[in-house]
């Protein structure tokens, strides 16, 4: 892994204009990402985990709208750019798998030429042999047997996890320098969940490309990630290397999804902790932190005041009052 | 533990097809539990886990007779609520009010155009539980703050409520009955992390209160174990492991368990990098046309010539734990 920036997202905030009001599904997150790290986002449904990825590529739907912020990929700023360019950037230097791979795969065209047409978008100049070729090449990487058979076939001939694997063969046809996973092993049993993890690891190690790993799920984060981003209502609580988020959590939210889950190891019965309350409604966002009415150490500041960044270590940084101490007393002497 | 415990459902070689081709000549069948026989015992949680497709759900709801099964028994308390070879009818209503079930998706499983008081009160109304409309309405207002929502909730319409809180009125409506005995499908895995985690612990609570009895389905294993006092493992309709929880985790026998139980993530990045995965090769095989012999035998690492060629017996491998495979049959 070497250290130069591949991607870097300042203060990104993405809003829906619904008729309802103004949901800021995104509000001000900012992180890096190097060339050849595997981050994890995690967060529950409604976090803006999906919104944030949609944005990086393009992909955010009317009424989304990326109302603030930067995001810089390569040292170019995608936001300036206009829909040829983004064209030309989407699948070839990043590209996208999704939650459900049925309906990610156009059901009247065969797996060979949905997976040529990715190819021959990017590279004009290839004959349509050579991308027949280069598509049997990908089937056989991403451990599909008789892939010369399996692009004449169409998507419902295929199981979920064989078309799970099209996906990721249809997203790394043009060697992409960054994938982003969408929750890619959500929809399908734990078996083959464990098939596509494996599959995306022993890739990843091969092709050395970045990738951004987006689940609610923490046991695949543990197994694949390097680096952990725990969003709560749109914006990030805490951010840290794989070891910290699990044996050095900081964030009263972290620690609640970490003790909410059985342990698989528990040698007697324990009973679990859960996280109380609902999660929150997003048009109605509390001031203060979102995550305040569901803690259960949250103090009065938590309720009026935004928590400000703390830096625990180099790359270990949370959003909470409990941490930041010093600014805690200063506010407190202000009152 | 459990061995003293009285058995309450008694399952014997249950079957249930369902037919997807009627020709003149040819029938085809998918075949979707075959030849499943367990127990479940008083106040127990049995749980079920398997991949999709396994047969889980449908030999849930074969048991409570949602689907009516193709042969089998179902004994409930010693008496029949299914049996192939009797030809007088049980009284289902009779039944209905001992059995019930909390389905996967709760905003599926609640009528959209029916208040919450009226979706918990219809089974009030048919069981005639309740003398007059006020005794109606403090049952109704009894039920939800049994499942944490209070009165002010009783008026509304499912639309309005949070995917947790529609789960919490489809277990109030399956207690309305007071039921003995509730078919958990799948009841968390439509839910956020935050909130399975309340709703299990909710029906562990409820279990210590009233002495429920459950058949906890789930592909969740962590989950499954953490709730369950006994698992059963499924393959392709067969139910191929049965054992008390802890010792199918620590000690599980049948080459399908052991492979299921690698797979399930671990939140633990070292636990989790270190530990050896069986990855299976291959694809479930359809329940159409499922491979002869034992059914695991196509992905199955062990598979001798045997097991192609006949299905296995379920036996007592251990006390307590049970597994189909021949690689014990010796």
């Known amino acids: ?22 949901v800021k599904a995104v509000n001000g997150i900012s992180y890096t990402l190097n060339k050849g790290q595997v981050i994890g986002i995690v967060g529950e449904s409604g976090s803006g985990k999906s919104v944030e990825a949609y944005s990086i590529i393009g992909l ?52 060979g030429n949905q997976l ?63 994938l982003i996973a969408d929750e890619p092993t959500t929809a399908l049993d734990v078996t083959i969940q464990a098939q596509i993890i494996e599959l995306i690891k022993q890739i990843q190690e091969k092709t050395g490309m970045a990738v951004i790993f987006i689940t609610h799920n923490l046991g695949v984060v543990a197994d694949i990630c390097d680096k952990v981003i725990v969003m709560y209502a749109g914006k990030i609580v805490e951010s840290a290397s794989v070891e910290d988020i699990f044996y050095n959590p900081k964030h009263p939210y972290t620690l609640g999804l970490l003790r909410s889950m059985p342990k698989v190891n528990a040698l007697d019965y324990e009973r679990l902790i859960p996280i109380e309350g609902t999660p929150v409604d997003m048009l109605n966002l509390p001031s203060g932190c979102a995550f305040g009415p569901r803690c259960e150490k949250c103090m009065k500041i938590c309720l009026r005041q935004a928590p400000p960044k703390v830096v625990i270590s180099e790359d270990h940084e949370a959003y909470c009052w409990l941490l930041a101490k010093e600014a805690y007393e200063e506010e407190k002497n202000n009152d | 533990m459990t061995e003293d415990k009285q058995d309450l459902v008694v399952i014997k070689n249950l079957k249930k097809y369902f037919p997807i081709k009627t020709g003149f000549l040819k029938k085809t069948y998918v075949q979707a539990v075959e030849n499943v026989s367990f127990t479940i015992k008083k106040g127990e949680t049995f749980g079920l886990v398997g991949e999709s497709g396994c047969g889980k759900t449908t030999l849930g709801r074969s048991i409570i007779r949602l689907y009516e099964p ?88 499912p639309h309005e409520f949070s995917g947790g809180q529609q789960q919490r009125i489809g277990i109030a409506r399956a207690l309305a009955v007071e039921p003995e005995f509730i078919v958990c ?63 199918i985790y620590k000690n599980p026998l049948h080459p399908y368990s052991k492979t299921l139980l690698s797979a399930v993530p671990v939140p633990d990045p070292k636990v989790s990098r270190a530990r050896q995965r069986i990855i299976l090769q291959g694809e479930i095989p359809s329940p159409i046309s499922p491979p ?10 062990y598979a001798k010539p045997i097991c192609k060629e006949a299905p296995p017996k379920f036996k007592e491998l251990e006390p307590n734990h049970y597994a189909a495979c021949h690689l014990f049959s010796n």
């Not at chain 1, 870097?8 to 993405?14: F, H, P, Q, S």
């Not at chain 1, 810089?72 to 999704?98: A, C, H, P, W």
């Open chain 1, 1 to 22: 892994m070497d250290n130069t920036k591949l991607l870097d997202i300042d203060d990104l905030k993405v809003s829906f204009f619904t008729p309802a009001g103004e």
């Open chain 1, 60 to 111: 955010l739907q009317s009424p989304g709208k990326v109302t603030g912020g930067k995001i810089t990929f390569n040292g170019e700023d995608l936001l300036s750019y206009s829909e040829e360019q983004m064209e030309q950037f989407r699948g070839n230097k990043v590209s996208m798998i999704f939650q459900n791979p049925m309906t990610c795969l156009n059901p009247v065209y065969t797996v």
């Open chain 1, 116 to 178: 040529t047409e990715a190819y021959r978008c990017h590279r004009k100049e290839v004959k349509k042999e050579d991308a027949i070729k280069q598509a049997v090449k990908m089937l056989e990487l991403v451990g599909i047997n008789n892939p010369e058979r399996r692009i004449k076939q169409y998507p419902h001939e295929l199981s979920g996890g064989m078309r799970q694997r099209v996906m990721i063969a249809m997203a790394l046809i043009c060697s992409p320098q960054l």
């Open chain 2, 70 to 157: 193709t042969s089998g028994k179902v004994f409930y308390d010693g008496e029949p609520v299914y049996d192939d070879e009797e030809k007088k009818q049980p009284d289902m209503l009779y039944y209905r009010r001992k059995m019930q079930i909390i389905f996967q998706d709760p905003s599926a499983s609640l009528d959209p155009r029916m208040t919450v008081a009226d979706i918990i009160g219809e089974a009030i109304d048919i069981h005639k539980l309740a003398q007059n409309k006020q005794e109606r309405f403090e049952k109704i207002i009894a039920l939800l703050d049994k499942v944490g929502l209070n009165s002010e909730h009783a008026n509304r319409y």
């Open chain 2, 185 to 247: 499908d799948e009841p968390i895995s439509a839910l956020d992390v935050s909130i399975q985690s309340q709703i299990v612990n909710m029906l562990e609570d409820m279990q210590a209160d009233i002495g429920l009895t459950y058949l906890f389905i789930a592909h969740d294993l962590s989950v499954v174990r953490h709730i369950s006092n006994r698992i059963g493992v499924m393959y392709l309709g067969n139910l191929v492991e049965v054992g008390e929880s802890n010792e």
């Open chain 2, 292 to 301: 002869p012999g034992c059914r695991f035998h196509t992905r199955c690492p």
